[in-house]
């Protein structure tokens, strides 16, 4: 009873240090539980991860385009090469136009399947394989952006595409440096590859670019993040009052239509019916007029358009013989008499 009596303190002084140790993460700052330490990287996995292996085989197909044949003829013993590392199988089909990755009894890491099948897709979209092969790693992504859909208009969309490329390439290349991102224009797709931090913004300044929004903007304000991001003070605390806010401006050329539509004050009564063409005879006298006198009056009508049609031309004619008039002649004064030449002299 005496030894139970004594373990009671004991317990009771441990379960309060337990409950202090347990308590200690929460007093910590909330910047130092977000922030990453510097050098961590997470452990690669290994066959002892997952002695078992797989229970299912898991495979992907996709489509290549025509031009991309002969590039994946020869590139393809190092697509096999890279993914037999992995215990990943790798066809080609040719006739179909088609590549497929398929899992193995060896393959033990499950998500080794998934990285394949984006390798894939990076050399259907025009990547080198050089390029693609990244993907196998464990800190590289990449993100295949559809951009045909966005704008509707042709011509529009291709002005778009050739200002996210910029002249010569130089806005595609200050992208890629701030964004640690390899960055692919093709087609109707934008093909990244690089850490998840810099997909995030390829996405952001590729669809604003398809939205009419300079990418110059969004360069400006990656490159005041990536100075930020040195100061280590500042990485717990709010960046909206070093970033640039840029407004919108929608400037017409032309405010006001040409053509003032002005509308008419609502009345519940119809408008008067017009007159037909026997009421305006009637009422001028001509609906009691026999034929003749109808035709007499009708040429009479037709002499008298003629007659002043002459009249005109012929004053147009008469124009032609009418001296202009002159200018009166200025006659010099006495003072302002001209001085002799000295050849004269």
Known sequence: ????????????AGKSESRRQNAKPEDRDESELLTVPDGWKEPAF?????????LEESSFATLFPKYREAYLKDCWPLVQKALNEHHVNATLDLIEGSMT??????????????????????????????????????DVACDIIKIGSLVRNKERFVKRRQRLIGPKGSTLKALELLTNCYIMVQGNTVSAIGPFNGLKEVR???????????????????????????????????????????????????????KKTVKKEYTPF???????????????????????????????????????????????????????????VVKPKEGNACFPTLGMM
């Open 204 to 258: 952001k300044v590729v669809l604003d670019t398809m939205k009419n929004i300079h990418p110059i903007y969004n360069i400006k304000t990656l490159m005041i993040k990536r100075e930020l991001a040195k100061d280590s003070e500042l990485r717990s605390q709010s960046w909206e009052r070093f970033l640039p806010q840029f407004k919108h401006k929608n400037v017409n050329k032309r405010k006001e239509p040409k």
């Open 1 to 12: 009873m005496a030894s139970s009596s004594l373990d009671g303190p004991d317990r009771a």
């Open 46 to 54: 290994s066959r002892e991860d997952n002695p078992r292996g797989l």
């Open 270 to 328: 119809p408008p008067p019916q017009p007159e037909s063409q026997i009421d305006k005879e009637l009422a001028s006298g001509e609906y009691f007029l026999k034929a003749s006198q109808k035709k007499r009056q009708k040429m009479e009508a037709v002499k008298a358009k003629q007659a002043e049609a002459l009249s005109k031309r012929q004053e147009e004619r008469k124009k032609a013989f009418i001296p202009p008039k002159e200018k009166p």
């Open 101 to 138: 990755v398929c899992t193995t009894k060896k393959t033990f890491d499950p998500y080794i399947i998934i990285r394949a099948r984006d390798l894939i897709k990076l050399l259907a979209r025009s990547v080198s394989f050089e390029q693609a092969v990244r993907i196998l790693q464990d």
